[in-house]
C-alpha cells in the first residue's frame, strides 16, 4: 500500500499547485486546458411503471435522508445501491429498505455491469468524489442528482458544466433543495417586481460549531494509518484525490474538514443561503476574495472562523455587490437596527444524523439595497424587510408569491420524464460552487486573490491559479477529466 510522506502541506501545495498550472496557459479557458469533451448527446426513457430506475451512490447518512426522499415521491424505483462502505452499520438502514437492489461498492463496476438498467443517479458522496461520478454517469447518458456542492474544484466544475452542455437532453440537478421551496418563488417574485433592486451588499452568516473546532491547529501531518473498516473499498473512496492512507477522521463525514476533500462551512451551506441571490441578482464570478479573518489557520483543515469579502462588479444596471460571509462560532457578524428575531427553519434536513441547534443568530443573509433591508434564513426560509414597520408599509404592495409544483426530489425525477425542468441544473448552480472554490483557495492560502471573469484565471497570483485545477489526478482517473 502507498504510504504518504510528512511532507509540509505548504511544500506539497506548492508543488501540486505548479504542476497544476501548467494545464492553465494564459488565455486558455479552464476547460480548454483539460482537453476537448466529446460531443455526445443521448435521451432516456423512464423505466418500470412509467417510473425513473434510479441508481444511488452513497447511501448512509445524508444519502439516505436524499433515498427517502426519491422514494416518497412515488416517481422512481431504486434499483441499485451503491457505496464503498457497504458494509458499514451507517448503510444498513437502506440496503434494508431495498433488498431486491443490486449492490455495488464501486461505481465503476456499477455502470459495467449494470447500466442498461439505470436512467438516473443520485450522488451523495464526498466533495472531491462527486466530479468523477458524475462525469462517468453524463458520459453514459444517465441523468445526475448530485449534493451541493456539485465539485470540489474550479476546474471541475468548469468541465462538469461544459459535460452537460454537451448533453442537453440530460436532466442535471444540484442538492440545494431551497431552489424548489418558498426562498426561491419569493425572491424571484420580489425581484420581478422590482422590490430587490440596486442590492450593494450582502452579509450571509453559519455560526453553529462544526466538526474541525477544537482540532489541533499545530498539525504538522496527515493522521496516520489505521486498519481500514471489513469491505471498505478506500482506492475507490479517493478516486481522483491525491493518496491518503485511511484513517476515520476522513470516514464517514469528517471528510469535510479537510481542503483535500471538501469545502468546508462555505461549500456546505453557502448553497442553502446564498443560492438565490446569486442567481436572481445575477451575480456571476467575483473579480476579488479577500480573506479578511482566519482564526486557527493552518495547511490540512478549515479555520475555526472565516471572514471573507466577495466583490463582484457592476452587471449591466446593477451596482458592484459586496458580499461578506462569516462562519465560526465566535465569528457573529453585526446586524441592522430593527433585525428582530433570528429564526431557524424547522425543515431544515438533519445533518450527518442530528439537527443544527438554534443560536443567537442562525445560519442566514442580510440583504442590504438602496432603499430596503432584508433579513433571511437558509434552505426555503423566506425573506423578511426589516425594521418591522418598513415590512408592514410595504406589505399592500408586496407581489403574490407562486408555490411552487413540486419539491426538489420531485421536480428532477418529473424532468427526467420530460414533464418538468430542474430549477438547479448545472448552468445555474455551477458558478455559484466557483465562487465557493475562490473563496476557499482565498481561506487555505490566507491571501486576497484576484481574478479574471473573462479569462476564467487569478492574475495575482500563480500559486493560487494553479489550485483552480488541483492537484493532478491518480494514476487512472486522468481518463476522468477527458469524458
Same mark, same amino acid.
Given at each position: 500500500?502507498?504510504?504518504?510522506?510528512?511532507?509540509?502541506?505548504?511544500?506539497? $501545495?506548492?508543488?501540486?499547485? &505548479?504542476?497544476?498550472?501548467?494545464?492553465?496557459?494564459?488565455?486558455?479557458?479552464?476547460?480548454?486546458?483539460?482537453?476537448?469533451?466529446?460531443?455526445?448527446?443521448?435521451?432516456?426513457?423512464?423505466?418500470?411503471?412509467?417510473?425513473?430506475?434510479?441508481?444511488?451512490?452513497?447511501?448512509?447518512?445524508?444519502?439516505?435522508?436524499?433515498?427517502?426522499?426519491?422514494?416518497?415521491?412515488?416517481?422512481?424505483?431504486?434499483?441499485?445501491?451503491?457505496?464503498?462502505? /457497504?458494509?458499514?452499520?451507517?448503510?444498513?438502514?437502506?440496503?434494508?429498505?431495498?433488498?431486491?437492489?443490486?449492490?455495488?461498492?464501486? @461505481?465503476?463496476?456499477?455502470?459495467?455491469?449494470?447500466?442498461?438498467?439505470?436512467?438516473?443517479?443520485?450522488?451523495?458522496?464526498?466533495? #472531491?468524489?462527486?466530479?468523477?461520478?458524475?462525469?462517468?454517469?453524463?458520459? /453514459?447518458?444517465?441523468?445526475?442528482?448530485?449534493?451541493?456542492?456539485?465539485?470540489?474544484?474550479?476546474?471541475?466544475?468548469?468541465?462538469?458544466?461544459?459535460?452537460?452542455?454537451?448533453?442537453?437532453? /440530460?436532466?442535471?440537478?444540484?442538492?440545494?433543495?431551497?431552489?424548489?421551496?418558498?426562498?426561491?418563488?419569493? @425572491?424571484?417574485?420580489?425581484?420581478?417586481?422590482?422590490?430587490?433592486?440596486?442590492?450593494?451588499?450582502?452579509?450571509?452568516?453559519?455560526?453553529?460549531?462544526?466538526?474541525?473546532?477544537?482540532?489541533?491547529?499545530?498539525?504538522?501531518?496527515?493522521?496516520?494509518?489505521?486498519?481500514?473498516?471489513?469491505?471498505?473499498?478506500?482506492?475507490?473512496?479517493?478516486?481522483?484525490?491525491?493518496?491518503?492512507?485511511?484513517?476515520?477522521?476522513?470516514?464517514?463525514?469528517?471528510?469535510?474538514?479537510?481542503?483535500?476533500?471538501?469545502?468546508? %462551512?462555505?461549500?456546505?451551506?453557502?448553497? #442553502?443561503?446564498?443560492?438565490?441571490?446569486?442567481?436572481?441578482?445575477?451575480?456571476? &464570478?467575483?473579480?476579488?476574495?479577500?480573506?479578511?479573518?482566519?482564526?486557527?489557520?493552518?495547511?490540512?483543515?478549515?479555520?475555526?472562523?472565516?471572514?471573507?469579502?466577495?466583490?463582484?462588479?457592476?452587471?449591466?444596471?446593477?451596482? %458592484?455587490?459586496?458580499?461578506?460571509?462569516?462562519?465560526?462560532?465566535?465569528?457573529?457578524?453585526?446586524?441592522?437596527?430593527?433585525?428582530?428575531?433570528?429564526?431557524?427553519?424547522?425543515?431544515?434536513?438533519?445533518?450527518?444524523?442530528?439537527?443544527?441547534?438554534?443560536?443567537?443568530?442562525?445560519?442566514?443573509?442580510?440583504?442590504?439595497?438602496?432603499? $430596503?433591508?432584508?433579513?433571511?434564513?437558509?434552505?426555503?426560509?423566506?425573506?423578511?424587510?426589516?425594521? %418591522?414597520?418598513?415590512?408592514?408599509?410595504?406589505?399592500?404592495?408586496?407581489?403574490?408569491?407562486?408555490?411552487?409544483?413540486?419539491?426538489?426530489?420531485?421536480?428532477? &425525477?418529473?424532468?427526467?420524464?420530460?414533464?418538468?425542468?430542474?430549477?438547479?441544473?448545472?448552468?445555474?448552480?455551477?458558478?455559484?460552487?466557483?465562487? @465557493?472554490? /475562490?473563496?476557499?483557495? %482565498?481561506?487555505? $492560502?490566507?491571501?486576497?486573490?484576484?481574478?479574471?471573469?473573462?479569462?476564467?484565471?487569478?492574475?495575482?497570483?500563480?500559486?493560487?491559479?494553479? &489550485? $483552480?485545477?488541483?492537484?493532478?489526478?491518480?494514476?487512472?482517473?486522468?481518463?476522468?477529466?477527458?469524458?
Amino acid at each position: 500500500m502507498k504510504t504518504t510522506k510528512n511532507l509540509s502541506r505548504r511544500d506539497f $501545495l506548492k508543488t501540486a499547485g &505548479l504542476s497544476a498550472a501548467g494545464l492553465m496557459m494564459a488565455g486558455v479557458s479552464p476547460a480548454a486546458a483539460i482537453g476537448a469533451l466529446r460531443d455526445e448527446r443521448t435521451g432516456r426513457e423512464p423505466g418500470a411503471n412509467g417510473k425513473v430506475n434510479l441508481a444511488c451512490i452513497g447511501i448512509g447518512f445524508r444519502g439516505a435522508e436524499i433515498i427517502k426522499e426519491f422514494d416518497r415521491t412515488g416517481l422512481c424505483n431504486v434499483v441499485a445501491l451503491c457505496d464503498v462502505d /457497504l458494509d458499514g452499520d451507517h448503510t444498513a438502514e437502506i440496503r434494508n429498505m431495498f433488498p431486491k437492489a443490486r449492490t455495488f461498492r464501486d @461505481f465503476r463496476q456499477m455502470f459495467d455491469k449494470f447500466a442498461p438498467q439505470i436512467d438516473a443517479v443520485s450522488i451523495a458522496t464526498p466533495d #472531491h468524489s462527486h466530479f468523477a461520478i458524475a462525469m462517468l454517469a453524463m458520459s /453514459l447518458g444517465k441523468h445526475v442528482y448530485v449534493e451541493k456542492p456539485m465539485g470540489r474544484t474550479f476546474m471541475e466544475i468548469e468541465l462538469m458544466m461544459e459535460a452537460a452542455r454537451r448533453r442537453p437532453n /440530460l436532466v442535471i440537478q444540484v442538492g440545494n433543495q431551497g431552489h424548489s421551496e418558498a426562498n426561491y418563488f419569493q @425572491f424571484k417574485a420580489w425581484v420581478d417586481a422590482g422590490i430587490i433592486k440596486d442590492v450593494t451588499e450582502i452579509t450571509a452568516h453559519m455560526n453553529s460549531p462544526r466538526r474541525w473546532h477544537g482540532w489541533d491547529t499545530g498539525i504538522y501531518k496527515y493522521p496516520e494509518a489505521q486498519p481500514l473498516p471489513p469491505g471498505m473499498d478506500w482506492d475507490t473512496w479517493l478516486v481522483n484525490a491525491k493518496w491518503h492512507d485511511y484513517n476515520d477522521k476522513y470516514h464517514r463525514g469528517e471528510w469535510r474538514c479537510w481542503y483535500d476533500f471538501g469545502l468546508g %462551512a462555505l461549500g456546505d451551506w453557502g448553497a #442553502h443561503i446564498l443560492d438565490t441571490a446569486h442567481e436572481f441578482l445575477d451575480l456571476g &464570478l467575483p473579480d476579488e476574495v479577500l480573506p479578511l479573518k482566519l482564526t486557527g489557520h493552518n495547511d490540512y483543515f478549515f479555520p475555526g472562523s472565516s471572514t471573507l469579502l466577495f466583490k463582484f462588479p457592476r452587471r449591466g444596471s446593477m451596482p %458592484a455587490v459586496d458580499v461578506t460571509w462569516y462562519d465560526g462560532v465566535d465569528n457573529v457578524p453585526p446586524v441592522p437596527e430593527g433585525y428582530g428575531v433570528s429564526e431557524l427553519d424547522p425543515n431544515i434536513p438533519t445533518v450527518a444524523g442530528g439537527k443544527i441547534q438554534p443560536a443567537s443568530l442562525n445560519p442566514g443573509k442580510i440583504i442590504y439595497s438602496k432603499d $430596503l433591508i432584508f433579513k433571511g434564513g437558509s434552505h426555503g426560509s423566506t425573506l423578511s424587510i426589516i425594521p %418591522a414597520d418598513k415590512a408592514k408599509e410595504m406589505e399592500p404592495s408586496l407581489p403574490e408569491v407562486p408555490e411552487s409544483t413540486s419539491n426538489h426530489f420531485a421536480n428532477f &425525477l418529473l424532468s427526467c420524464m420530460g414533464e418538468e425542468k430542474t430549477r438547479s441544473p448545472f448552468e445555474v448552480t455551477g458558478p455559484l460552487c466557483q465562487v @465557493f472554490s /475562490l473563496g476557499v483557495i %482565498a481561506q487555505q $492560502l490566507g491571501q486576497p486573490i484576484k481574478f479574471d471573469r473573462h479569462s476564467k484565471q487569478i492574475i495575482n497570483n500563480g500559486f493560487a491559479n494553479g &489550485l $483552480l485545477a488541483g492537484t493532478p489526478p491518480r494514476k487512472g482517473w486522468e481518463e476522468f477529466y477527458k469524458l
